[in-house]
């Protein structure tokens, strides 16, 4: 996790006013007949400025709001008494209202310094913005604050890079702050991926949690608990139509929400007519092998869309989210990525949504290795070392829907498999797996222990080649 930056006791000054708050900033003054403030506050950054109000905030009020999440009263000797309350906006604090002067406060002053903290909350709305940061940064502090707040794991996954324009960078920022929030106040989720995507023209910003969802089916589609959900849902549906984007909302009750935002930021080539655009992830266990994938499908195959490389992948279960989440049509994965159980995996991957066609990326795969993707659904199995135009070939084959393989791949799948030395008991045993049954299931019909058919599985893993019941199944 990134932890957030620490608050400066200090808030700059900003010179931009807004009339609301100049209203409320001269209120508070009035309150205390002296000097009123209201300040910007971005917790995930660590950044505090002054919105409304002449001068320097006094003492360290506003880091203190934060700390205590609550009013602050300092009548100490020695200086104007100082009153400071939170500007809320669910859990988030997005600002303070402070005031100065006049005092002793009381219980009155404090519940009327709220009221006008709840009107400063319409104009703070839309804290948070870049203010120097790139969007991945941004969104990393930000994460970094829904883990702190909301007892949610966060992750980040970035595709490609490219330049944004400030204007567009900070509209989908705050797009995928509002969506971070109701995961925070609405989902009751556990997890929460975001991924910035950067395509040819496009950025493709994600959001995409495991909480309780809603029916997105229904006549009020944007309709989800709380009326702060159901504005900040408008609020980025309008942030989407003034960037001339596309907002998709897909939730299932029980089944978790995913937000995708996608904005123009700057001239895309045109597509060649009549012909798809084939977008493709690229996975590997090694940077060097995913570089030089990506590098070669890129100025081999302009007609390709996006070609992009995921880093943030150890395991099968990485790997699945990574493509339900990115939605690649063509995912050209490393085979060691896959593990033992290749053939649950690939069948997890199957299953998703929106499945991509895999192509294998192996310098060596053993043949029963090999048969058993193909069989699972595998478009093609190429060596990371391959040149250009085989690699291309494949991954383009690919994104049609057809498998292409070499010639000694074919005549590979064409022998038999490994059947030296295997007994006819064996034999037996090996044709009982490939029906699914257990080893006790295996022991009544033939009339021998559980032990003796577990001795039988071993013998035939080691004799075909096979690394687990489910390899061997493939071959009965």
Same mark, same amino acid.
């Not at 804290?127 to 949610?152: D, F, I, M, P």
């Not at 998709?248 to 904005?263: F, K, M, N, Q």
């Not at 064996?426 to 797996?433: D, I, S, W």
């Given at each position: 996790?990134?932890? !957030?930056?620490?608050?400066?006791?200090?808030?700059?000054?900003?010179?931009?006013?807004?009339?609301?708050?100049?209203?409320?900033?001269d209120h508070l003054g009035t309150l205390a007949g002296g000097a009123g403030?209201?300040?910007?506050?971005?917790?995930?950054?660590?950044?505090? $400025?002054?919105?409304?109000?002449?001068?320097?905030?006094?003492?360290? !009020?506003?880091?203190?709001?934060?700390?205590?999440?609550?009013?602050?009263?300092?009548?100490?000797?020695?200086?104007?008494?100082?009153?400071?309350?939170?500007?809320?906006?669910?859990?988030?604090?997005?600002?303070?209202? /402070?005031?100065? &002067? =006049?005092?002793?406060?009381?219980?009155?002053? /404090?519940?009327?310094?709220?009221?006008?903290?709840?009107?400063?909350?319409?104009?703070?709305?839309?804290? &948070?913005?870049?203010?120097?940061? $790139?969007?991945?940064?941004?969104?990393?502090?930000?994460?970094?604050?829904?883990?702190?707040? &909301?007892?949610?794991? %966060?992750?980040?996954?970035?595709?490609?890079?490219?330049?944004?324009?400030?204007?567009?960078?900070?509209?989908?920022?705050?797009? %995928?702050?509002?969506?971070?929030?109701?995961?925070?106040?609405?989902?009751?989720?556990?997890?929460?991926? /975001?991924?910035?995507?950067?395509?040819?023209?496009?950025?493709?910003?994600? *959001?995409?949690?495991?909480?309780?969802?809603?029916?997105?089916?229904?006549?009020?589609?944007?309709?989800?608990?709380?009326?702060?959900?159901?504005?900040?849902?408008?609020?980025?549906?309008?942030?989407?139509?003034?960037?001339?984007?596309?907002?998709?909302?897909?939730?299932?009750?029980?089944?978790?929400?995913?937000?995708?935002?996608?904005?123009?930021?700057?001239? %895309?080539?045109?597509p060649t007519p009549g012909r798809a655009r084939t977008g493709v992830l690229?996975?590997?266990?090694?940077?060097?092998?995913?570089?030089?994938?990506?590098?070669?499908?890129?100025?081999?195959?302009?007609?390709?869309?996006? *070609?992009?490389?995921?880093?943030?992948?150890?395991?099968?279960?990485?790997?699945? =989210?990574?493509?339900?989440?990115?939605?690649?049509?063509?995912?050209?994965?490393?085979?060691?990525?896959?593990?033992?159980?290749?053939?649950?995996?690939?069948?997890?991957?199957? !299953?998703?949504?929106?499945?991509?066609?895999?192509?294998?990326?192996?310098?060596?795969? +053993?043949?029963?290795?090999?048969?058993?993707?193909?069989?699972?659904?595998?478009?093609?199995?190429?060596?990371?070392?391959?040149? $250009?135009?085989?690699?291309?070939?494949?991954?383009?084959?690919? =994104?049609?829907?057809?498998?292409?393989?070499?010639?000694?791949?074919?005549?590979?799948?064409?022998?038999?498999?490994?059947?030296?030395?295997?007994?006819?008991?064996?034999?037996?045993?090996?044709?009982?797996?490939?029906?699914?049954?257990?080893?006790?299931?295996?022991?009544?019909?033939? +009339?021998?222990?559980?032990?003796?058919?577990?001795?039988?599985?071993?013998?035939?893993?080691?004799?075909? =080649?096979?690394?687990?019941?489910?390899?061997? !199944?493939?071959? &009965?």
């Amino acid at each position: 996790m990134v932890a !957030a930056a620490p608050l400066s006791p200090t808030p700059e000054v900003t010179g931009v006013e807004d009339p609301l708050l100049r209203r409320i900033a001269d209120h508070l003054g009035t309150l205390a007949g002296g000097a009123g403030w209201v300040v910007r506050v971005d917790e995930a950054a660590g950044r505090a $400025t002054v919105a409304v109000g002449t001068g320097s905030v006094p003492g360290d !009020a506003v880091a203190r709001v934060l700390a205590t999440r609550a009013p602050v009263v300092d009548d100490g000797p020695g200086h104007p008494p100082v009153l400071a309350v939170p500007v809320r906006r669910g859990p988030r604090i997005v600002g303070a209202c /402070v005031v100065a &002067g =006049g005092g002793p406060f009381s219980g009155a002053d /404090v519940h009327l310094a709220e009221l006008f903290a709840d009107y400063a909350v319409l104009a703070l709305a839309d804290s &948070g913005a870049l203010a120097g940061r $790139t969007l991945e940064q941004a969104v990393r502090q930000e994460l970094a604050w829904v883990e702190a707040h &909301g007892s949610v794991r %966060a992750d980040l996954v970035t595709v490609g890079a490219g330049a944004i324009p400030d204007e567009v960078a900070d509209e989908v920022f705050r797009m %995928a702050q509002e969506a971070l929030l109701n995961v925070v106040v609405h989902a009751g989720a556990t997890t929460v991926r /975001v991924g910035v995507l950067h395509g040819p023209g496009t950025l493709t910003v994600l *959001v995409e949690d495991d909480g309780r969802g809603f029916d997105a089916a229904a006549p009020a589609r944007l309709h989800v608990a709380g009326a702060g959900a159901r504005l900040g849902l408008r609020a980025t549906a309008a942030r989407a139509r003034r960037l001339d984007g596309e907002l998709e909302i897909d939730s299932t009750p029980g089944r978790g929400t995913r937000l995708r935002v996608t904005v123009p930021c700057s001239a %895309a080539p045109a597509p060649t007519p009549g012909r798809a655009r084939t977008g493709v992830l690229v996975a590997a266990v090694r940077p060097v092998v995913r570089a030089g994938v990506v590098r070669m499908l890129q100025l081999g195959e302009p007609g390709l869309g996006m *070609v992009s490389e995921v880093s943030a992948v150890t395991d099968a279960d990485d790997l699945a =989210g990574a493509c339900r989440l990115l939605g690649p049509d063509v995912l050209v994965v490393e085979h060691e990525l896959l593990g033992d159980d290749l053939v649950a995996v690939l069948e997890g991957l199957a !299953a998703l949504p929106d499945p991509p066609a895999v192509v294998l990326l192996a310098q060596h795969c +053993a043949d029963e290795r090999l048969r058993a993707a193909i069989a699972a659904g595998v478009k093609g199995c190429v060596d990371p070392d391959a040149d $250009t135009d085989r690699l291309v070939a494949v991954v383009a084959a690919a =994104g049609r829907g057809e498998t292409l393989l070499a010639d000694d791949q074919l005549g590979r799948l064409a022998a038999p498999p490994r059947t030296a030395g295997i007994t006819p008991r064996e034999h037996q045993v090996r044709g009982l797996v490939a029906r699914g049954l257990t080893d006790r299931q295996i022991a009544r019909i033939l +009339a021998i222990s559980a032990k003796t058919v577990e001795k039988h599985v071993g013998s035939l893993l080691r004799k075909t =080649g096979t690394r687990n019941r489910t390899m061997l !199944a493939r071959l &009965g």
